[in-house]
């Protein structure tokens, strides 16, 4: 069964491109409900632990990097079918591939820089949710 809780985080890139409101503004228009955000900047050993699935792979230290420099937006979405239908919204990595008006077409520099994290599954949306927020923080 779907979840109805994907999460999200607003990269470095975008976030010093000023597209967080309208970022969010999509994420609102498209029908998911923000329970929890918080502008926050990730240190390295931060990165490296949300990215660690990664850890073998040649982009890593590149990825880890950049994702520690500055602040990122990170946020817990509620919606129907919220995993997927995120997804759908924010396109392909490549921006270059994403399809028209998705999110990374819109704000995304690069296949590296491209502006949104976004959940791949259900059960990764609930560890990412937890490495980023206590229950405490969630409000849905």
């Known amino acids: 069964m779907a979840s109805n809780r994907t999460f999200t985080m607003i990269k470095p890139d975008a976030v010093a491109d000023g597209h967080i409101g309208a970022i969010l503004a999509k994420i609102n228009e498209a029908g998911f409900r923000i329970i929890a955000m918080k502008m926050t900047h990730l240190s390295r050993q931060k ?3 949300f990215y660690e699935v990664h850890k073998e ?3 890593f230290g590149e990825l880890t990097a950049f994702m520690s420099s500055g602040p990122i937006v990170a946020a817990v979405l509620e919606k129907e079918n919220a995993v997927a239908d995120f997804r759908t919204l924010i396109g392909a990595t490549d921006p270059a591939k994403a399809a028209p008006g998705t999110i990374r077409a819109l704000y995304a520099r690069n296949m590296g820089e491209n ?3 976004g959940s791949d599954s259900d ?4 560890i990412e949710v937890a ?3 206590a229950a405490t923080e969630i409000f849905g």
């Open 123 to 126: 059960e990764n949306a609930a």
């Open 131 to 133: 490495y980023h927020f």
């Open 57 to 59: 792979r040649p982009f």
């Open 47 to 49: 990165a490296e632990g």
């Open 115 to 117: 502006a949104v994290h």
